[in-house]
């Protein structure tokens, strides 16, 4: 295996993440070990943007020649009107996750994080498709508009959405515009769950340092799929509990991964696969 970071060259491929803060992104150390691994001759930086530096830094990827970026939080929705163009999932989901640096110096924003959720799930659950049932979806944040959009497209027969605050959920149902999102009410969410193929935890609950995501899994099936895309830590209470009744469990480290396949290709070339090597170097640090 080549290990060009020591051995970059004047042709060496550029690209990083735009975040503040940035110092707790894994994007490094996966990009690192997919180059690496495929001996491209290329680096992948985090890149520590104050949000009044934004536009001056977006616009500073094209005069370096860069090949692009990853845009994290809390800039995901501040790049668009920075953005030349934008494909169709950051169009619809007014958020922007991987920029790409056009050789004419365009830039074009896209969302690959529905993306992500969706290989995560299909690799690690390949027994779900999207005509087995309802998926309720918990949350309304901007990850649970990029799920609901990747569900949609994947032709689920519906979307039951819950979240603490409903204003938020219902405002999704309106931008989708699509009959198939039913938003539910958060205290009665066990009623949801009856003939659910999917349940995807998409709020921050679970996550180290918040309380737990405690919900009744009773009424849910044994055969339904439960996603937690919590990463930190690997096991939530939500997946411990889904485990323990024999429902299939997906981590939320997979999506993470696979959505960053999507810039990689675009900025370095090559075929990135998510592997437990690569899976196992992400979570060594
Ligand atoms: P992201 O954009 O990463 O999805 P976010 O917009 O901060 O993140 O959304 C966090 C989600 O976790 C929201 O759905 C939030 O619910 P509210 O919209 O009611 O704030 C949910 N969440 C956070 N803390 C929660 C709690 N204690 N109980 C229930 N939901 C919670």
Do not use: C
């Not at 690496?36 to 001056?56: H, N, S």
């Not at 993470?256 to 396949?261: K, V």
């Amino acid at each position: 295996m080549t290990d060009h970071t020591l051995t970059h060259t004047g042709n060496t491929r550029l690209a990083g993440v735009i975040g503040w803060p940035v110092s707790h992104s894994l994007s490094p150390r996966i990009h690192g070990f997919w180059l690496r691994e495929l001996g491209i001759d290329g680096a992948y930086v985090p890149f520590p943007v104050k949000p009044e530096a934004v536009e001056e830094a977006i616009t500073g990827l094209a005069a370096l020649g860069l090949a692009g970026a990853n845009v994290t939080v809390p800039h995901k929705e501040a790049v668009i009107p920075i953005m030349d163009d934008l494909d169709r999932t950051a169009r619809r989901l007014g958020a922007v996750n991987t920029i790409v640096v056009g050789d004419d110096g365009r830039l074009v924003g896209h969302n690959s994080d529905g993306y992500g959720f969706l290989e995560n799930l299909k690799t690690n659950a390949p027994d779900w498709s999207a005509d087995l049932g309802p998926a309720v979806v918990l949350g309304a944040g901007g990850a649970a508009r990029a799920i609901v959009g990747a569900l949609i497209d994947a032709g689920v027969p519906e979307i039951r959405l819950m979240n603490r605050t409903r204003s938020r959920a219902e405002s999704i149902a309106e931008d989708f515009g699509e009959p198939v999102i039913k938003v539910g009410d958060w205290n009665t969410l066990p009623a949801y769950l009856g003939d659910a193929a999917v349940l995807v935890n998409t709020t921050s609950l679970g996550m180290k340092g918040q309380p737990p995501l405690a919900i009744d899994l009773a009424q849910l099936p044994p055969d339904a799929v439960v996603n937690d895309i919590v990463y930190a830590p690997l096991a939530t209470d939500l997946l411990k509990t889904a485990r323990e009744r024999g429902n299939i469990v997906v981590d939320g480290l997979g999506m993470l991964l696979h959505q960053a396949r999507f810039g990689f290709t675009a900025w370095f070339g090559g075929e990135p696969i998510v592997t437990e090597a690569l899976r196992r170097f992400v979570l060594e640090r």
